[in-house]
């Protein structure tokens, strides 16, 4: 993987937990990706301190939500009969 892949997955790791944060009002503790002192604007930094940030970050968010009961969904029959309509 090339740097500025790494780079863009960085950046979108840090969205993913930012859409989680705001739509579950819950802060998902990122210490150990924190105390690598890297975001994704460090382009300076090398390739294997953006790869071990994303992996971290996203050891972290996974298993925040990990940790979290999961969300009931409720099953409505009348959502089942309505019909999707496709533009030709």
């Known amino acids: 993987m090339q740097k500025e892949e790494l780079l863009h997955l960085h950046m979108l790791m840090i969205h993913i937990k930012k859409y989680y944060e705001?739509?579950?009002?819950?802060?998902?503790?990122?210490?150990?990706?924190?105390?690598?002192?890297?975001?994704?604007?460090?382009?300076?930094?090398?390739?294997?301190?953006?790869?071990?940030?994303?992996?971290?970050?996203?050891?972290e968010i996974v298993s925040h939500i990990h940790g979290r009961p999961l969300p009931v969904v409720t099953y409505s029959s009348e959502s089942a009969l309505q019909k999707v309509s496709a533009e030709n």
């Open 22 to 59: 705001g739509i579950s009002n819950e802060n998902i503790k990122t210490d150990r990706y924190s105390s690598l002192e890297i975001s994704p604007v460090h382009i300076h930094r090398d390739k294997n301190a953006h790869k071990n940030a994303l992996l971290t970050l996203g050891d």
